[in-house]
């Protein structure tokens, strides 16, 4: 257990529709980061906050969306979905937000969109 | 950006050989290399790391050797066995300093196949 908490670990939703997946860092973790792994494809980096800030995007879809709370906890919000959106979106934390921290990863949530 | 590539996409060895996944990366400010096993459904597990002022590190049978000059890093795993199956991927975390954030850019995995 990496003590990042993903919530939902399943959902199956249908084009169109908008969805809210809920991380909570590992305990004194300030950074929290999201990622998107498709079908048979790598780990694409979506976006990370420190401690409340947006602080590096990578490749995110102007349809996707994140923050990050004054308890720490970060929401990844998906709309207007897509099929090709089915993916297990990972959350990931570390302490601080610099290169070279540890990042641990949760069990993510599997998207499936029909 | 940072720009990784991992090699072979699939490697498949004997039980007790050694195993040896290769990267590189483009971006000369990576400094840090970490190393992850993810299992079929499960989250991905740093196994080993590296840092850019060390140019090897062992952990059992587990070994990373990188080559800053050449800008590429090694995974060695000695004496495999079945529970090693598993995809794993190399990763290059970049500093960002106009906002302090870190990018960690994996490479696109290696699935190893330890046959008993």
């Known amino acids: 257990d990496s003590g990042v908490t993903q919530t939902p670990k399943h959902l199956i939703t249908a084009t169109g529709q908008r969805v809210t997946l809920r991380c909570s860092p590992r305990?004194?973790?300030?950074?929290v980061y999201w990622y998107q792994q498709s079908l048979d494809q790598g780990l694409q980096f979506l976006i990370h906050?420190?401690?409340?800030?947006?602080?590096a995007k990578g490749n995110i879809l102007e349809r996707f969306s994140a923050q990050q709370f004054p308890d720490l906890h970060s929401e990844l919000n998906l709309s207007s979905l897509e099929l090709g959106d089915s993916a297990l979106y990972f959350c990931?934390?570390?302490?601080?937000?610099?290169?070279?921290?540890?990042?641990?990863f949760g069990e993510g949530s599997w998207l499936t969109v029909v | 950006g940072e720009n990784v590539e991992q090699h072979p996409s699939t490697l498949s060895v004997q039980e007790g050989d050694s195993a040896v996944i290769k990267c590189t990366y483009s971006?000369?400010?990576?400094?840090?290399f970490p190393w992850y096993k993810q299992e079929l459904g499960k989250r991905p597990q740093l196994i080993i790391d590296?840092?850019?002022?060390?140019g090897e590190k062992k952990d059992q049978r587990i070994a990373v050797t990188l080559n800053k000059t050449a800008k590429h890093f090694s995974l060695h795993i000695t004496e495999t066995q079945p529970e090693d199956s598993a995809v794993y991927f190399c990763?290059?975390?970049?500093?960002?300093?106009?906002?302090?954030?870190?990018?960690?850019?994996f490479g696109g995995g290696t699935r190893l196949m330890v046959k008993p």
């Open positions: 990931a934390s570390s302490v601080g937000r610099s290169s070279g921290n540890t990042i641990y």
């Open positions: 305990s004194g973790d300030l950074s």
């Open positions: 906050y420190y401690n409340g800030e947006e602080r």
């Open positions: 971006d000369s400010a990576s400094n840090y």
């Open positions: 590296i840092r850019s002022n060390v």
């Open positions: 990763a290059a975390s970049t500093p960002h300093y106009s906002n302090a954030g870190n990018m960690l850019t």
